[in-house]
């Protein structure tokens, strides 16, 4: 199992930085834009109030989620990565979004600076992964959680048994080099690969959860389950 370095994975995140959206679209074929949709229909059926996205790198989740929740609603985007933050905050300037209803911080997901209960909202996309202690993690999402508040998680998963072959095979033998060609980095590909295989499928992500201490806790599987929604819920 792959227990990821935290700093080696800020070195990956701060040398792909600058090419991680276009790499992101190519490398997921568009559809990373469905799955961060299907996430925001989750986030906007319970939420209205302060959102947290953690491991929000180029922010690309807390635009989505700008743009699909009520106005009123405050969006923090929080990274440990300075270089992701920038593109995040540069984006905003681009898009023309208001900094002040959609903050960039930097924050580790281990020991977040928040205080207990100040979030309606926390979700991650594509970081718990990267975290090198997950258990430590949720805890601080669901201490920073008001109580009710929501858990959204959007992840690899471990896809249906008939098409993991093919899919393995494209993420040992392809994406290492269509990384490279995009970013010229083709160990940051070989990580995420190596990431990926060792991260829980469904079933096992939803038990870690629980025992986190989430409840009514709910997965959907995406894309023949090559990546996944999860929810929980901290009790009132
Ligand atoms: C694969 S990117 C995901 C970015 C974005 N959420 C998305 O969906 O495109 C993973 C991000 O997690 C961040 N990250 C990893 N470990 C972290 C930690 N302990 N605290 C904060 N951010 C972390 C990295 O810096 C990187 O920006």
């Not at 580790?108 to 990267?130: H, K, P, Q, W, Y």
């Not at 060609?181 to 190596?194: F, H, I, S, V």
Request: charged share 25%.
């Amino acid at each position: 199992m792959t227990v990821p370095d935290p700093a080696a994975v800020r070195a990956t995140f701060s040398s792909v930085a600058r090419r991680y959206d276009l790499a992101n679209h190519v490398l997921s074929g568009g559809l990373d834009f469905l799955w961060r949709a299907k996430l925001v229909e989750w986030a906007s059926s319970s939420c209205s109030g302060k959102v947290l996205d953690l491991a929000t790198g180029s922010g690309d989740v807390a635009f989505a989620l700008r743009r699909g929740l009520p106005e009123q609603s405050a969006i923090v985007g929080a990274d440990f990565c300075p270089p992701m933050l920038d593109q995040a905050r540069a984006k905003c300037e681009r898009l023309g979004l208001d900094p002040i209803g959609n903050q960039f911080v930097e924050e580790d997901c281990l020991s977040l600076s928040f205080e207990d209960d100040s979030f309606d909202l926390v979700t991650i996309a594509f970081g718990l992964r990267n975290l090198s202690d997950r258990p430590r993690g949720l805890s601080e999402m669901k201490r920073v959680l008001k109580p009710g508040g929501k858990l959204i998680v959007l992840e690899f998963s471990q896809p249906s048994l008939w098409f993991r072959p093919l899919y393995y095979l494209y993420l040992r033998g392809i994406l290492p080099w269509l990384g490279w060609l995009m970013t010229r980095d083709r160990k940051a590909y070989l990580y995420l690969g190596g990431s990926i295989a060792s991260f829980p499928d469904r079933e096992g992500l939803c038990a870690e959860l629980e025992e986190a201490g989430f409840s009514a806790v709910r997965s959907l599987g995406m894309t023949f389950s090559v990546v996944a929604l999860h929810e929980g819920s901290k009790e009132d």
